[in-house]
Every structure is written in structure tokens, then in C-alpha cells.
């Protein structure tokens, strides 16, 4: 049993979410994933991406899904060519003062309001709320592109959620998502696999959720909704996991190392069932 990391979960997850946003926000202590602190390079990753299924962003109608309230990798994918960006987040939470630092490079697609940045519609669609509920999806067309990094482990809904971002894909549409299976104390990559999900729930889950899915889980989701679903694994950890697999619930392992030890993957989803 590692001390340290009981004590820090306990913190994170009983800390208010209003103070975890604060940190995050201020980049004290939780650190922000590569949409925040590397926007440009985040869409260089989902460009290149797509370039190697044939796909672009060009012309498109693009959904950055979970955009954390700063619009980085909105207008820079505005930049590289994309027609339309629709930035989703469950939570209204803008950053304006990293929104500020895009002034004046992409004035094309942001103005100030009352000292505060606001996307111009002609370009950006804000849509915050639950994606599962129709209210919400109505305020959007078909879009042709959804992109993601490190959100997917975070959603308490995986199913629901992303048969709601299916719904609203168009016929001909894509997904990447990239996703993060670790434990996010990274130093302990597989920590979270030993506690069953009633003392992880009361306990140790942090306030952002990490709702503990493996490869299985997410394949499985992803054929459900996809008629294509291309699941690449990005990085396994083989000699971390078979160091603690003795201590990790059954219901995390399948039996196969190469499949139990994965850890980053990136989804390719394309033609949703409607």
C-alpha cells in the first residue's frame, strides 16, 4: 500500500472542484494536458493524424470536444483551414486571461468585449452543456470532424456520451480522440487498478473523475457507435504492470499483458450508426 499516493487521492478527491479549476487555471500544482500548454502543436498531432487516414480539416466543420474555456486550439485549427469550430465543454469555465495572449494573432476569429474575449460567431460555435441532452445537440448542424485529447478518461458516461457525439456526426464524419489510460499520478501508472470501484468512488476518485476504462472498454464503446473503429495503441507500460498485476482487481485483466499493461491510445471513428 503506497502512503503517499492514499494521502494525495484523498486530497484531490475531496478538494472542490472549484478549487481544482482555480489550480488548473493557474497552472499551480495541476498541470494542464498539451491543449493548453502546447495548443499549436496539439493540432500539428491531430492534422498529421488525420493526414494518415486520408482525412483534413480544410473546408470542415470541426468540434473540439472538452476545450477546457481557452480557444487555442479553435482558432489555430480556423487557421489551418477548418470552416467552422464548435468548442464543447460540459462546464462554462473561460480562461480570459490565456484567451487574451491570442490577441492580436487571431483577431480574424476573436473580439473584445468589455475587456473580456469572445469568439466571433461567424467562426466559433461555444457549446456548453450536457451532449447528451437534445437541447444541446440542437444547437449544432452535423459536424464533420470531432477531436479530443485526454478527455475521454475523464467522462462518467462513456456509452451515453458517445453515442451523443455519434448522433451529431455527419454520415461521412471522423473522431480522434486520444486517450489517456493512466493513473494521472503518473508515477504510479496502474495504482488506481487495485481498489474496487466502491472505495475508488467514496474515496479516492479525484473531483475531474477518471472513470478507469482499459482498452477493452473503449474498443468495445467505439464499434458499438462506429462502423469503423481504429483503436492504435500509443504506449504500453509491460514491465510496470506486470510489477503490480498481482495487486490489480480481476476485473481490470484480461490475461494478456500486452493488452492489461496499454496506456495511451488514439481512436480513429469514422461513419457513425445512426
Not at 90 to 96: C, E, G, K, P, S
Not at 139 to 152: E, F, G, H, K, P
Not at 179 to 189: E, N, Q
Not at 217 to 237: G, H, M, S, W
Request: glycine letters at 6%.
Amino acid at each position: 500500500m503506497n502512503l503517499q499516493y492514499l494521502f494525495l487521492r484523498l486530497i484531490r478527491h475531496f478538494l472542490p472542484e472549484a478549487i481544482a479549476r482555480f489550480l488548473l487555471k493557474r497552472r499551480w500544482i495541476i498541470k494542464p494536458g498539451l491543449e493548453s500548454s502546447e495548443p499549436v502543436a496539439a493540432v500539428e498531432r491531430y492534422i498529421q493524424t488525420l493526414a494518415g487516414y486520408g482525412r483534413e480539416v480544410q473546408g470542415k466543420r470541426v468540434m473540439v470536444f472538452g476545450y477546457g474555456g481557452r480557444f487555442a486550439v479553435g482558432v489555430e485549427l480556423l487557421r489551418r483551414g477548418a470552416a467552422h469550430v464548435v468548442l464543447c465543454d460540459h462546464f462554462v469555465l473561460l480562461d480570459n486571461e490565456r484567451n487574451l495572449e491570442l490577441l492580436p494573432a487571431y483577431e480574424q476569429y476573436l473580439k473584445l468585449e468589455q475587456n473580456e474575449v469572445r469568439p466571433r460567431g461567424e467562426f466559433i460555435t461555444l457549446l456548453h452543456g450536457d451532449i447528451r441532452e437534445e437541447s444541446i445537440q440542437a444547437q449544432v448542424a452535423d459536424v464533420d470532424i470531432v477531436l479530443s485529447t485526454s478527455v475521454y478518461e475523464h467522462l462518467d458516461d462513456v456509452d451515453g456520451i458517445t453515442g451523443a457525439l455519434a448522433k451529431l456526426t455527419s454520415l461521412q464524419g471522423v473522431h480522434l480522440h486520444f486517450v489517456d489510460l493512466r493513473d494521472h499520478y503518473f508515477k504510479l501508472p496502474f495504482e488506481m487498478l487495485k481498489y474496487s470501484e466502491s472505495v475508488w468512488r467514496k474515496f479516492l476518485n479525484p473531483t475531474s473523475n477518471l472513470n478507469r476504462f482499459r482498452l477493452p472498454d473503449y474498443q468495445r464503446v467505439y464499434a458499438k457507435y462506429f462502423q469503423k473503429a481504429d483503436v492504435v495503441i500509443l504506449e504500453r507500460k509491460a514491465e510496470e504492470f506486470r510489477a503490480v498485476q498481482s495487486l490489480v482487481r480481476p476485473e481490470f485483466i484480461t490475461g494478456d499483458v500486452e493488452v492489461d499493461s496499454v496506456t495511451l491510445i488514439s481512436a480513429i471513428l469514422e461513419e457513425p450508426k445512426k
